[in-house]
């Protein structure tokens, strides 16, 4: 079965850096793009950004370009997202997502998630 | 501030009917298809509706989606306790190159 398993909860300081990272079981890595979705404490769904199949394609949301980074590694089926600069307001889970069917269509697949907490 | 809007609450009791709806404008929902979310807190969501009417194996009748033009519905009958939840509506913004959702419904089964 499709599993998406997310690495463990971070606690961070303001200004720091984070790398969350989510391994793909169950399926043909290679054959999906994954997304990376946030929310923050008592907030809704924020998507963050896309990474394709292989690796060398991203799209980020506005607001998060230049903080960051989505990358893969194909030889352990794992994603990962990488976020600088952190700020009070990047406290949240962040999950990965597979899409269904190619860049955009739904997730249909998610990650329970990783509790990044950013506090002083 | 989400782009696609979504009432905050909706509640009815067990075994009827509900449905939440989803607002949003032609560079979105107008153009791009819909999809659902269950989410229950500290879990992962489920996706319940891709491609405005769809269901993925597993999910059972009991959830519909529709779409007409620049809003979108998630019907639920035969309300369960188990159906408690938020539920996320969510497309593609063409305008903002971004996959955008709404705010979250949460649904209380009285």
């Known amino acids: 079965q499709v599993q998406l398993v997310p690495s463990g909860a971070e606690v961070k300081e303001p200004g720091a850096s984070m790398k969350v990272s989510c391994k793909a079981s169950g399926y043909t890595f290679t054959n999906y793009y994954v997304h990376w979705v946030r929310q923050a404490p008592g907030q809704g769904l924020e998507w963050v950004g896309v990474?394709?199949?292989?690796?060398?394609?991203?799209t980020y949301a506005q607001k998060f370009q230049g903080r960051v980074t989505m990358t893969r590694d194909t030889s352990t089926s794992t994603v990962y997202m990488e976020m600088s600069s952190l700020r009070s307001d990047d406290t949240a889970v962040y999950h990965c997502?597979?899409?269904?069917?190619?860049?955009?269509?739904?997730?249909?697949?998610w990650g329970q998630g990783t509790r990044v907490t950013v506090s002083s | 501030q989400s782009v696609l809007t979504q009432p905050p609450s909706v509640s009815a009791a067990p075994g009827q009917k509900v449905t939440i709806s989803c607002s949003g404008s032609s560079s979105n929902i107008g153009s791009n298809y819909v999809s659902w979310y269950q989410h229950l807190p500290g879990t992962a969501p489920k996706l319940l509706i891709y491609?405005?009417?769809k269901r993925p194996s597993g999910i059972p009748d009991r959830f519909s989606g529709s779409k007409s033009g620049t809003s979108a519905t998630l019907g639920i009958t035969g309300l369960q306790t188990g159906d408690e939840a938020d539920y996320y509506c969510?497309?593609?913004?063409?305008?903002?190159?971004?996959?955008?959702f709404g705010g979250g419904t949460k649904l209380t089964v009285l």
């Open positions: 969510g497309t593609w913004d063409g305008s903002l190159n971004s996959a955008v």
């Open positions: 997502a597979r899409d269904r069917n190619g860049y955009y269509n739904s997730f249909d697949y």
């Open positions: 491609d405005n009417n």
């Open positions: 990474i394709n199949p292989t690796g060398d394609t991203t």
